[in-house]
């Protein structure tokens, strides 16, 4: 089993930049594709990003790209989300997941086998 906790989320200004970590616990996730996905209240839990096993891979929704960055820290089994340039928009329940098999559909809940609690992000206009 893998226990996921995210940590970073806030209350910031529009405009402004925030760090979300994503620490794994009962298992290395090196070998995993990691994302984050978020959730706004009334809406259904949507993706933002992935990244591979390597690092080299990334992937981003639209709605984020050029703004938010996701890296990883394998030896420290810790995924991040640089969020740069924040909307209110952006305001949402920010969730990490971890997927053992990289399938080749990666935006949808249903590709991953772990999820942690959430933290909030509020952007203020």
């Known amino acids: 089993q893998v226990q996921l906790v995210e940590s970073g989320g806030g209350l910031l200004q529009a405009g402004g930049s925030l760090r979300l970590s994503c620490a794994a616990s009962?298992?290395?996730?090196?070998?995993?594709?990691m994302a984050w996905f978020r959730q706004a209240p009334g809406k259904e839990r949507e993706f933002v990003t992935a990244?591979?096993?390597?690092?080299?891979?990334?992937y981003y929704a639209d709605s984020v790209k050029g703004r938010f960055t996701i890296s990883r820290n394998n030896a420290k089994n810790t995924v991040y989300l640089q969020m740069n340039s924040v909307k209110p928009e952006d305001t949402a329940v920010y969730y990490c997941?971890?997927?053992?098999?990289?399938?080749?559909?990666?935006?949808?809940?249903?590709?991953?086998?772990?999820w942690g609690q959430g933290t909030q992000v509020t952007v203020s206009s």
């Open positions: 009962g298992r290395t996730v090196s070998n995993y594709r």
């Open positions: 997941a971890a997927a053992i098999l990289e399938r080749a559909v990666y935006t949808v809940t249903g590709a991953y086998d772990y």
């Open positions: 990244i591979g096993r390597s690092s080299t891979s990334t």
